[in-house]
């Protein structure tokens, strides 16, 4: 169940707003084929989740036709995935700074980003091909809750940041984390935050030539 979840979550619920947040916003049908329940069980677990102030509902629309109904986690569901233990770490970074300075974050930061680039490192050979590095990268940061996926085999997707109270209270960790990106898979990378709503993900996206992109 998600940090701070409310107890009376049942687990249908739960593994419903995890989908959400791994795949995006969702329309009740194909939600309820990713999860295996039939169309009213998934629409009334949304209709719950809805009324508990943990998804919202908008219309949108693609193509000709009707609008179509999707569901998306609200800013109190989004909430339930934020992790408390960036609390401690930010903590020790202003004590920091209020010590030795205010570049003396910065430092920390670094020697943190390093430090997990080289267990990265360890797992993903700089003699790979870019594809298999970038499969290798993915499957590492799912592993680590990132709940991140491969598309169009050159941009790197994560649903969920387990650090996301640091990067908030510290920015420069959004530049570190990018070249640490650059750094394994051996091409220039940008990292940019989508805004999904309530919702949001992070893109790890190659930035050379289609020439050099992985098929």
């Not at 509902?57 to 009707?66: I, V, W």
């Not at 797992?123 to 590095?133: F, G, R, T, Y």
Request: glycine letters at 6%; proline letters at 7%; one cysteine or more.
């Amino acid at each position: 169940m998600p940090p701070g979840a409310p107890k009376s979550a049942t687990c249908r619920q739960d593994e419903v707003l995890r989908e959400i947040k791994s795949s995006g916003p969702l329309p009740v049908r194909p939600l309820a084929e990713k999860l295996g329940l039939s169309y009213m069980g998934a629409k009334s677990h949304c209709l719950a989740l809805e009324k508990r102030g943990l998804l919202a509902s908008r219309n949108t629309h693609r193509g000709p036709g009707r609008p179509l109904l999707v569901y998306a986690l609200s800013r109190r569901g989004q909430a339930w995935f934020e992790e408390n233990d960036n609390a401690t770490a930010i903590s020790i970074l202003r004590h920091a700074q209020n010590l030795f300075g205010s570049a003396s974050a910065g430092k920390l930061l670094f020697l943190h980003f390093q430090e997990r680039l080289e267990k990265y490192r360890a797992s993903i050979p700089a003699s790979l091909p870019i594809s298999e590095k970038m499969e290798r990268l993915t499957a590492l940061r799912d592993s680590e809750g990132y709940m991140a996926s491969l598309e169009i085999g050159f941009r790197i997707v994560e649903r969920h940041n387990p650090s996301a109270a640091l990067h908030k209270a510290f920015p420069e960790a959004d530049t570190l984390e990018e070249s640490m990106f650059r750094q394994i898979l051996g091409v220039p990378v940008r990292r940019k935050t989508q805004i999904l709503g309530d919702q949001y993900e992070i893109r790890h996206e190659l930035h050379t030539p289609l020439s050099q992109r992985p098929a």
